[in-house]
């Protein structure tokens, strides 16, 4: 017999799924005017939100409105028209009801058995994403959590292939005692793909290093050092340098791929760089891409479908499958294709519907538009910098970056950093619009990136508001 009150209640749901929907429609109907962040301490949203574990529940719908309530003060809009921190892109309404489909069926995306639909359904993003960007056809490839994941996807494969040239298998064998496997890259690689460099066993300490001019890698640097190394070279391209958006050249980098004796592969991170390639004036941008040996791109930037999506490319389908595919009764082949032979995930998010119905509502044309009308609102942005005394644009914004820096009258280098820094957080407390700080060639700077589809010209012209009138308190 069941003991009185330990039954889990069932009921309910139908009053929580419309409260979650009138918060939800309530939260993006305000984003035009909402503060875009309130900056709240951690000890404020310590006090709002933390708690002990309930003994007993509660009704599911008041659940849902008492966190909203509680948690209000800590929830950016980053989904929103003038959040300009990192680069983020900010949820189309076709992306946000695919989502919202994918919770409510609620499909594990990780095997053709567990939901046929899911993989088919991948499958055809994938196609999609290939023919929207003019990626070879044969590619491989997975949707990931991100960027990070993606990068992981293809230096796992990078891995595999340079086990292979050294004689051994990186996935089965493990490095331990193995030779080492060289990797290259500039001074301004990403952070998560030095991240993924060191949860695959290479090390993050390991990379060497190239200067970059600029944001993109010194070629003939770099040609100097791949001839000082005999082996199998793990190179990393960037298409999109994360703090002023320039392009390493990476037809310049697939030359030198092919012209190392000891072999080489090369790796391209492009975040949200990859997406220049659907627009016929910024294609050029990404020139040489397809020869590739793998890539990684993000699909909630540029895509701008929700968190978490990206999505990963490889040349080489066996290599891809002989880094991630294991065998085991209980997960016996099906049919169809089983996308963990392609990831590191067993259990995944069915992250391919809100993709599917983004790339199905806007199409081609729809990325090209939103794309091109980003980068002209940067581009109108840079131009505000440069015109404007006492602001200065720190490098030239090829797409959809501008990194920039106040230049105090007077003050030496580590005021006029501590005068960005407070700029930042001024700008952020405003409220009216996000940025981010960052260290560009040592100095300490402020980003504004542009891939929201929300985002119009009055926007950027609050933008412009916001940090002309930062500048001036600060100044004075």
């Known amino acids: 017999m069941t003991s009185a009150g330990t039954d889990f209640p069932a009921d309910g749901g139908d009053e929580a799924l419309r409260a979650a929907h009138a918060l939800a429609g309530a939260f993006l109907d305000s984003l035009p005017q909402r503060p875009v962040s309130r900056v709240p301490t951690p000890q404020e949203m310590a006090l709002a939100l933390d708690e002990a574990l309930p003994e007993t529940g509660g009704d599911p719908a008041a659940v849902v409105g008492e966190w909203f309530a509680r948690a209000e003060r800590g929830i950016t809009a980053s989904p929103g028209p003038r959040f300009f921190g990192f680069v983020n892109g900010g949820v189309t309404p076709a992306a946000l009801a695919g989502d919202w489909l994918a919770s409510a069926i609620d499909q594990n995306a990780g095997l053709w058995a567990g939901s046929p639909a899911a993989a088919q359904t991948e499958l055809v993003v994938l196609r999609w994403l290939r023919e929207l960007f003019g990626l070879p056809a044969a590619w491989e490839g997975a949707l990931t959590s991100g960027a990070t994941m993606a990068n992981l996807v293809g230096l796992a494969t ?98 030198l791929r092919d012209g190392h004796p000891g072999g080489a592969w090369l790796h391209v991170d492009a975040a949200f760089g990859l997406f220049a390639a659907v627009s016929p004036r910024l294609a050029h941008l990404v020139r040489g891409i397809e020869r590739a040996d793998s890539l990684a791109a993000d699909g909630h930037k540029w895509l701008n479908v929700p968190y978490d999506c990206g999505f990963a490319f490889v040349r080489d389908g066996a290599l891809l499958r002989e880094a991630f595919a294991v065998g085991g009764a209980y997960v016996a082949g099906g049919a169809g294709w089983d996308p963990f032979t392609h ?14 119905c983004a790339l199905k ?89 542009f891939d929201n589809w929300r985002t119009t010209a009055a926007d950027v012209g609050l933008l412009q508001d916001a940090v002309a009138q930062a500048g001036a308190s600060l100044s004075a």
């Open 158 to 255: 990078a891995r595999q292939w340079a086990g292979r040239r050294l004689g051994f298998d990186a996935a089965g064998d493990g490095l331990a005692g193995r030779p080492p496997i060289v990797v290259v890259a500039s001074s301004e690689i990403h952070l998560s793909a030095v991240k993924c460099l060191g949860t695959l066993g290479f090390g993050r300490n390991q990379v060497r290093r190239v200067a970059a001019r600029c944001g993109e890698v010194d070629l003939v640097a770099l040609a100097g050092l791949l001839r000082g190394i005999d082996g199998p070279v793990i190179l990393i391209g960037n298409a999109g340098e994360v703090n002023s958006g320039h392009f390493d050249d990476l037809a310049a980098l697939a030359d």
């Open 343 to 356: 990831v590191p995930e067993m259990s995944r998010r069915f992250r391919g519907l809100a993709a599917w």
């Open 361 to 449: 509502a806007y199409g081609r044309a729809g990325y090209r538009a939103l794309v091109e009308r980003c980068v002209d609102n940067a581009a109108a942005f840079a131009r505000w910098v440069e015109a404007t005394p006492g602001v200065e644009l720190m490098n030239p914004a090829p797409l959809n970056i501008v990194c920039f820096r106040f230049v105090g009258a007077g003050l030496d280098g580590s005021a006029n950093d501590e005068l960005n820094r407070a700029a930042v957080r001024t700008i952020q407390a405003d409220g009216r619009a996000f940025v981010t700080g960052t260290v560009w060639q040592g100095r300490a700077a402020i980003r504004a990136a």
